[in-house]
């Protein structure tokens, strides 16, 4: 079992940034892939970026490219998402996931990703 824990999230202006952390503890010892989805209200959960134990990394929609970030410590099971630039298109709940595996090849599928934190709120303001 992983637990997943979030923090980081908060009210800003559009134009502001925010970084996310998400601690894991528990059966880490996989060197699972971890990931950020967020979801909006009244809108399915949407793959944001991942990342791999060894650095490997892919992020989702176009909208986040350039202006988003993540990166990871593996010695403190800790994973970020450096949000710069926020829109208030933004706004929605941020959720760690962790996979069971290295890598996930369908990464944007909420299937794929076996634990979740409880989310954290990103609200952006114009």
């Known amino acids: 079992q992983v637990t997943l824990v979030e923090s980081g999230g908060g009210s800003v202006q559009a134009g502001d940034s925010l970084r996310l952390s998400c601690i894991a503890s528990?059966?880490?010892?996989?060197?699972?892939?971890m990931a950020w989805f967020r979801q909006a209200p009244g809108k399915e959960r949407e793959f944001v970026a991942m990342r791999s134990w060894s650095g490997g990394s892919a992020y989702g929609p176009d909208s986040v490219k350039g202006r988003f970030t993540i990166s990871r410590n593996n010695v403190q099971n800790t994973v970020y998402l450096q949000m710069n630039n926020l829109k208030p298109e933004d706004t929605a709940a941020y959720y760690c996931?962790?996979?069971?595996?290295?890598?996930?090849?369908?990464?944007?599928?909420?299937?794929?990703?076996?634990?979740w934190g409880q989310g954290t709120q990103v609200t952006v303001s114009s």
């Open positions: 996931a962790a996979a069971t595996s290295y890598w996930v090849a369908d990464y944007g599928s909420t299937d794929n990703w076996s634990y």
């Open positions: 528990g059966r880490t010892g996989g060197n699972p892939a």
